[in-house]
């Protein structure tokens, strides 16, 4: 599990741009189990590593420090906004959901091996799709789908949602 440490955050409105200058983002962790939202910053450096750890649909431990007492939250990395000049990120929000309902998250393809049709006749692989959005109990999502394109022997052939092999 990816862990990630989080502050409280006093700076809100235009302050926050100081705190990007700092190397830090702004976030807010929300969830059914939260009575109010947390107004947070992450390092961004360290956010980072997490979002290439844990993507958006792994776990996070997100540790907290509020008046001397260290607390911990089990989220999801939900929503990520990003500078569109430096595609630097500008803010996080951070779900905690509830582990007993089920929640839709989509998930990301990953296409392995290598197909017959593109190497040998020449043919171009389209993917139509990059991620499927998949509804599951949070404990049981998967990181990633893997699609074998090793089975794509003749042009024309595709790979339909229906033949992926998704985990339990």
Known sequence: MTNLKAQIRLEAGKKTKALRHKGFIPAVL???A?????DLQ????????????????SFVTLGLEEQGKAKNFLVLIHDLQ?????????????YQPSLTKEI??????????????VKSLGGTLVKNIQEVEVKALPEKLPHEIKVD?????EIGQSIL??????PD
Do not use: C, M, W
């Open 34 to 38: 939260i009575k109010k939202n947390l």
């Open 149 to 153: 394109i090793s089975s794509l022997d």
């Open 104 to 117: 839709k998250v989509k998930v990301p393809l990953v296409f392995i091996g290598e197909s017959r049709a």
């Open 82 to 94: 990003r500078n569109s000049i430096d595609s630097s990120f500008t803010h996080v929000d951070f």
């Open 42 to 57: 992450v390092s961004a450096r360290d956010f980072e590593q997490a979002l290439k750890s844990a993507g958006q649909t």
């Open 161 to 166: 949602i229906k033949d992926l092999s998704i």
């Open 30 to 32: 929300y969830g059914p």
